[in-house]
């Protein structure tokens, strides 16, 4: 079940510890679509009350394997003042090519139409592989508020096509493969969102830092060090579940157990990533 009073901790521990003060709100992380149209109402409004002049940016992610559902949450987000929306392509019957896409998202922007709307782009998962170079044609006309992409994808050829189109600057690329954001960094992503920001948000700032200041051998540490860390947990098996287990025990925020069909993260797995974590020494000394 959902565990409503712990989000005050978690928006307390990010902005404080973590230098985290974005969030994405019922996303892959966190479960959104294992829960139920109230559940993600209830998160919604939680992390919009307890954000309040604490955080400076909280999308929710609206996506939905029906229309009706997806329309309904925008609505919802729109009437609690949410930042943005971002939506999935539907991923049991999907669309097959850029305009059945491009008119399921703009049926559900148009429910929110004062609030920057963000495609959700992660093939792995949906398995809809139209490229993003290809829907951001046209895109504006169709869908006025749209804002950008949350590209969870490893093709960084189709990245650097969005951007080198992006020629005004008017969308927002966030990277969501969190162990290829400074490659996503260099081909011109401008900002990241991703489940190991939870517990290396500060880290990763310090990279974002390095790489501004173009100091490429710093920001390249950090990212290596992630990769260690990630190359790690991979290999024991690492997914939702593991995540909230490293997150449980980096934060001391309890993070529940993930719902069937996800099962928690093992013990042997607890041990073995809290003691690969702690033998990383970061550049910044800790």
Request: aromatic residues 10%; contains cysteine.
């Amino acid at each position: 079940k959902i565990n409503l009073p712990v989000i005050r901790q978690y928006v307390d521990y990010l902005v404080n510890e973590q230098n985290v003060k974005n969030v994405f709100v019922n996303g892959t992380t966190g479960e959104g679509l294992s829960l139920s149209i109230q559940e993600r109402k209830q998160l919604a409004e939680e992390w919009m009350c307890q954000g309040k002049d604490k955080l400076d940016h909280v999308i929710i992610h609206v996506g939905a394997l029906n229309l009706p559902e997806c329309q309904e949450l925008a609505r919802h987000a729109a009437a609690i003042g949410a930042g943005g929306i971002a939506v999935i392509a539907p991923f049991f019957f999907k669309p097959t090519n850029k305009d059945e896409l491009v008119a399921f998202l703009q049926k559900v922007a148009s429910e929110a139409p004062e609030v920057p709307f963000y495609y959700y782009h992660i093939p792995p998962l949906t398995g809809v592989k139209i490229r993003v170079e290809e829907l951001l044609d046209g895109i504006k006309a169709q869908i006025p508020t749209f804002q950008g992409v949350k590209f969870s994808d490893t093709d960084l050829l189709d990245l650097a096509q969005c951007i080198n189109k992006n020629e005004t600057g008017e969308f927002e690329f966030l990277y969501g493969v969190d162990e290829q954001l400074l490659g996503a960094l260099a081909v011109g992503a401008n900002g990241a969102v991703g489940s190991t920001y939870n517990y290396l948000g500060r880290q990763t700032n310090l990279m974002l830092q390095a790489f501004a200041k173009l100091d490429f051998a710093l920001a390249q540490q950090y990212q290596f060090l992630t990769g260690e860390f990630l190359n790690f947990v991979i290999k024991l098996g690492f997914g939702v579940a593991q995540t909230k287990a490293v997150m449980t025990f980096v934060s001391g925020i309890p993070m529940g157990p993930p719902r069937l069909p996800l099962v928690d993260a093992s013990n042997e797995f607890i041990v073995k990533a809290k003691a690969k974590l702690d033998s990383i020494v970061w550049p910044n000394g800790n």
